[in-house]
């Protein structure tokens, strides 16, 4: 999906995780890439760390392909430090994501680190 009238600038890094569901639900994986600096990290779980902008694009395309949805969660305000900022969301299963957002040299936010479950 090609899809990119979603692909807003994103000035506060609230809205990452609410675009990061909706563009997977719509399947729009260049859209869910495109909430993460070059050379961002995920944290899997267990060891599993995906590095840079291919490697998640690859994942987030199998998450797409496989027709799983991302739950949404209830979202805690982001803390906010200067440039940087930790998102959190709290997952129906109980699950706690991190990740922490940069802001870019244009005003925009740019996810850096996401770990997916801290619990």
Request: charged share 30%; hydrophobic share 35%; aromatic share 6%.
């Amino acid at each position: 999906m090609d899809d990119t009238a979603d692909r807003k600038p994103v000035y506060d890094p609230q809205q990452l995780e609410p675009l990061l569901v909706s563009r997977q639900h719509a399947g729009d994986v260049d859209g869910m890439t495109a909430l993460f600096e070059p050379d961002a990290v995920i944290d899997r779980g267990g060891g599993n760390l995906l590095r840079g902008k291919e490697a998640i694009r690859s994942y987030y395309a199998e998450i797409v392909a496989s027709g799983r949805k991302f739950a949404v969660g209830e979202q805690r305000p982001a803390l906010v430090c200067g440039d940087l900022a930790l998102t959190s969301t709290r997952l129906p299963d109980g699950d706690v994501t991190s990740e922490v957002a940069r802001r870019q040299r244009d005003g925009t936010w740019l996810w850096v680190i996401d770990r997916y479950s801290v619990t």
